[in-house]
């Protein structure tokens, strides 16, 4: 039985460990990471793990801001990660709909996920294509 919870600083190293198969634009940083791990614990930003037989089996980061065009609160997934032996069971699906109620309750108007891999996998869940992100790195 799969249950999601906000994340501890104990789950810092499956976090990390599931971070690195994440990342394709980014090479992460343990040190880094170490860093800003606590402030997302801390309540920064929405930091939820899923939680199987005992192991960190996936997590999910979002944020939430302020902006004038939607007219309140806009919560944006930012990453969400399953480990590859826990696929297709609907962790990632819970992790998700956790991030969502979360948002809901905090007043969020709306909930965004930028992505170029998954887009497919978030228009099943209910989704709809909205902008294009770029970036501009800042050094």
Not at 5 to 29: K, M, N
Request: neutral net charge; charged residues 20%; aromatic residues 10%.
């Amino acid at each position: 039985m799969t249950h999601i919870r906000p994340a501890v600083l104990a789950d810092a190293d499956a976090v990390f460990a599931l971070l690195a198969q994440f990342a394709t634009s980014y090479e992460p940083s343990r040190g880094a990471f170490d860093r800003n791990y606590g402030h997302l614990v801390r309540g920064d930003a929405d930091l939820l793990v899923a939680e199987d037989a005992g192991e960190v089996a996936g997590y999910a980061l979002a944020t939430r801001f302020l902006v004038l065009y939607a007219n309140g609160w806009v919560a944006e997934l930012q990453e969400l990660m399953v480990a590859p032996a826990s696929r297709g069971r609907g962790i990632g699906r819970a992790l998700v709909t956790a991030i969502a109620d979360r948002a809901r309750a905090a007043g969020a108007v709306e909930l965004t996920v930028p992505t170029r891999r998954a887009r497919d996998y978030y228009v099943a869940l209910g989704f709809t294509d909205t902008a294009t992100y770029l970036k501009l790195p800042l050094p």
